[in-house]
């Protein structure tokens, strides 16, 4: 019986090419969903065995954006699309806040104009906390951002919770610590870790994959990297879309911390990384003054009691072994493209 009421529905992915978006659209799919996923640029239509109906185009755009809501009709909107990275958010600060602060906003509406039976997913961040003090974060937290980013994702976040109060619709946020995956960019600190150490693994001193600065990721023999002794709650990005998808299925809409629950540094994901190469981190990794944040959140670690305790969800993949998925599929890539590489020769 559920997998024909699964064949009835009709989901709305935003940002189906990211990261969250890829491990998002392949669970919808095994469950039986007719998936409709938009992206900013065009992608391969093979993707997911051709099963996606694709939207390509910018969701700021309000002709756009609503085109897509009423072509797809869905009965559940997982938003995902944004400015995903705070220090990129300063240089572009309008996209980021109205993308990642008006969008929701104009998809709330259009829920409660034209399908106010649809159901939203909102991916909020960690980021909305700001830089506070070492402790747990859950839903009641005080939110106090400190950049574009988090400052535009606070905006939604209450958007959603406003929204939901005022008109009853089925509107959830989670609050979404830091998840990663072999999917993840390179410009993510995780991903250049995962992908120097598998360059010098391979034998590599110099890449031609190249930092936020424009510099090789990996040079002369060393990764340089900013302040080592932040703090993240490191998730797996195919574990939370998991609690992305229970949360809409919930029988009552609500806004909840989404993470592991533990903490690690930077210096503790480069020790782990290195070591899946057997390597000693200490020798190549360069704290780059140049590349330390004014403006930085030093630690978040998700209390997720709400999540557990009413949704049921827990992550699967531990810290060790998302490092490890990490390092080593970097690994296969760059086996291939050194292959690649010697037979063009």
């Known amino acids: 019986m559920t997998s024909k009421i699964h064949l009835s529905k009709r989901?709305?992915?935003t940002g189906g090419a990211g990261q969250d978006g890829w491990y998002l659209v392949g669970l919808l799919l095994e469950r039986g969903y007719q998936v409709f996923a938009h992206s900013r640029r065009r992608v391969d239509l093979s993707l997911h065995g051709g099963r996606v109906s694709w939207y390509t185009g910018d969701l700021t755009n309000d002709v756009f954006l609503n085109e897509i809501l009423a072509a797809s009709a869905p009965d559940e909107i997982y938003n995902l699309a944004a400015v995903s990275r705070p220090a990129l958010s300063?240089?572009?600060p309008i996209e980021t806040a109205v993308l990642n602060g008006l969008v929701p906003q104009r998809i709330c509406e259009f829920i409660r104009r034209k399908m106010p039976a649809t159901r939203l997913f909102q991916a909020t961040s960690s980021e909305i906390y700001g830089d506070g003090p070492p402790q747990?974060?859950?839903?009641?937290?005080?939110?106090?951002?400190?950049?574009?980013?988090?400052?535009?994702?606070a905006y939604a976040h209450q958007t959603i919770g406003a929204y939901r109060q005022q008109y009853g619709l089925h509107l959830s946020s989670g609050i979404l610590f830091n998840h990663e995956s072999p999917r993840r960019p390179l410009n993510f600190v995780s991903q250049k870790i995962a992908h120097a150490v598998a360059a010098i693994s391979l034998g590599l001193r110099e890449t031609r994959e190249l930092d936020e600065r424009g510099n090789p990721i990996l040079s002369d023999g060393?990764?340089?990297?900013?302040?080592?002794?932040v703090r993240r709650d490191f998730g797996f990005a195919g574990d939370f879309v998991e609690a992305m998808h229970l949360i809409v299925q919930s029988e009552l809409p609500s806004d909840y911390a989404v993470g592991t629950g533990q903490?690690?540094?930077?210096a503790e994901f480069c020790e782990t990384?290195?070591?899946?190469?057997?390597l000693d981190w200490t020798r190549y990794v360069v704290v780059d003054q140049r590349l330390l944040r004014k403006v930085d959140s030093h630690f978040t670690q998700a209390d997720t009691s709400k999540l557990r305790s009413q949704i049921g969800w827990r992550p699967k993949v531990q810290f060790p072994e998302l490092v490890k998925m990490m390092v080593e599929e970097r690994m296969r890539i760059l086996e291939v493209s050194l292959l690649t590489q010697d037979k063009s020769r």
């Open 11 to 13: 989901a709305l992915v």
């Open 90 to 92: 300063w240089d572009i």
């Open 136 to 153: 747990l974060q859950d839903e009641r937290t005080k939110i106090n951002p400190k950049s574009p980013y988090g400052i535009s994702k």
């Open 222 to 229: 060393k990764l340089y990297l900013g302040d080592l002794n």
């Open 263 to 266: 903490t690690h540094s930077i």
């Open 273 to 278: 990384a290195f070591k899946v190469g057997g």
